[in-house]
Each structure stands twice: as structure tokens, then as C-alpha cells.
């Protein structure tokens, strides 16, 4: 078995600022994701990265960069936290980039800017 | 454009009860569609997958069922139990550049004893 770990857990950020989340896997896999979970709007892509060196945008990109530093781990930036935002971001990997592969999330950073 | 519609939003069973879930989706190339369970404070978790070329998957109390032709498909939770008091996320992947997997909203089950 393998596992990924956020970090940190909670983040709490000034307006404007910039911030950094980070993901670790141990699973040995591929294929890394980022995902925004907001209340009522289920998992949005924002960044994946296929291999190690790869990273492509997922369909909410704008406002973020992302990191993949090496095939364990990918970070997530937020460019400029925005005023009252709150959300989920979920990072997850998967074996490789195909059709079947279960995504294995981990238990997500909690981001809320003041 | 939401690939992927989920219904209802949230739903409330006792018991024993079956939950149903619902799904659809708009492209015709997905093929894949693996569900996803998340508890509060964890990250989803696979749950029970199925392939464009079956019309029905069974694991335990969780069966899938799934109408090409109409483009959905629905999970049954039989003899539900509190435990299964969760979000359940309907996701849907196809190959080459449909690859991509997308999540619907999700559906909040409560199971009240």
C-alpha cells in the first residue's frame, strides 16, 4: 500500500498572498493531480502532471502554478489568495495516464483567506 | 459545460433502505466510470467502477447499473447502513485526449438508524 500526504492541513492566508501546498506519494506512480472541492461543486481539475517533468492545465489553471519537483511530489501555488476564499484542494495520483486508473486522493489542505 | 450531472443533491434514507444514486454524462467517449465515496475531513476513495461494455457491476451491497443508450447510470446502496453516510462522487473517463477524469458535484448521503 502506499499513502499521500498533505501538507499542511490547514492554511490560512492574508488576501493577496502567495501560498504553497504541498503533496507527497509513496505509491511509486506516475501521474499526479491537483484538485479544487468546493461545497456543491464537486472535484475541478486544476493542474496534473503525467510524468515527472510534465505538467499540463486542467480546467481551473488561472490563478495557480504548479511544481512538480520530482516523481514523488507536486506542489500547488496559489498566485494570490482571494478575500473570503475557502476551498478544498485535494491532491491525488494514479499508476499512469489511462483509461481504469483508480486516482488515490489524499486528505486535503483547507485553505481559508482572510 | 458539466460533463458529468449527478441527482439528487442530497439524500436521506433509513436503515435497510436501497439509496439510489443517479448519473449522467454528455460525451460519448467516456467509457469508464469509477465511483468515488469521501467521509468528512478524508479524501474520495474508489468505491466500484464499471466499463462502457457491461450494463451492471455488483460488489457487496453497491451495484452499478448502466444505460449506454441513454447515457447513465445510477449506484444502488442495498440494506444501507449508517456507515455508509458519505459523498459519493460519479466520475467518468474515456481514452486518448478524453482521458481527463471528471468528477460530477456528488451526492450527500445520510443513512439515519
Known amino acids: 500500500g502506499g499513502i499521500i500526504t498533505q501538507t499542511p492541513k490547514f492554511l490560512i492566508g492574508q488576501e493577496g498572498q502567495k501560498l504553497t501546498l504541498k503533496c507527497q506519494q509513496n505509491?511509486?506512480?506516475?501521474?499526479m493531480y491537483w484538485y479544487r472541492q468546493d461545497s456543491g461543486k464537486g472535484l475541478r481539475l486544476i493542474y496534473y502532471?503525467?510524468?515527472?517533468?510534465?505538467?499540463q492545465k486542467g480546467d481551473l489553471s488561472e490563478g495557480y502554478d504548479a511544481s512538480r519537483e520530482k516523481k514523488s511530489s507536486f506542489s500547488l501555488t496559489v498566485t494570490s489568495a482571494q478575500k473570503n476564499e475557502m476551498a478544498v484542494f485535494l491532491c491525488?495520483?494514479?499508476?499512469?495516464?489511462?483509461?481504469?486508473?483508480?486516482?488515490?486522493f489524499g486528505a486535503g489542505t483547507r485553505l481559508s483567506v482572510l | 459545460q458539466q460533463q458529468v450531472r449527478q441527482s439528487p443533491q442530497s439524500l436521506t434514507v433509513w436503515e435497510g433502505e436501497t439509496a439510489i444514486l443517479n448519473c449522467s454524462y454528455e460525451n460519448s467517449a467516456f467509457d469508464y466510470f469509477p465511483w468515488y465515496q469521501q467521509f468528512p475531513g478524508e479524501g474520495p476513495a474508489l468505491l466500484i467502477s464499471i466499463l462502457s461494455v457491461s450494463d451492471k457491476k455488483e460488489d457487496g451491497r453497491f451495484t452499478i447499473f448502466f444505460n449506454k443508450r441513454e447515457k447513465k447510470l445510477s449506484l444502488h446502496i442495498a440494506d444501507s447502513q449508517p456507515g455508509d453516510s458519505a459523498t459519493y462522487f460519479c466520475?467518468?473517463?474515456?481514452?486518448?485526449?478524453?482521458?481527463?477524469?471528471?468528477f460530477g458535484k456528488g451526492t450527500s448521503l445520510v443513512v439515519h438508524p
Open positions: 466520475a467518468a473517463g474515456g481514452r486518448g485526449g478524453n482521458y481527463k477524469p471528471t
Open positions: 491525488a495520483s494514479s499508476m499512469d495516464w489511462g483509461v481504469q486508473n483508480t486516482l488515490y
Open positions: 502532471s503525467i510524468t515527472e517533468n510534465d505538467l
Open positions: 505509491f511509486n506512480h506516475d501521474t
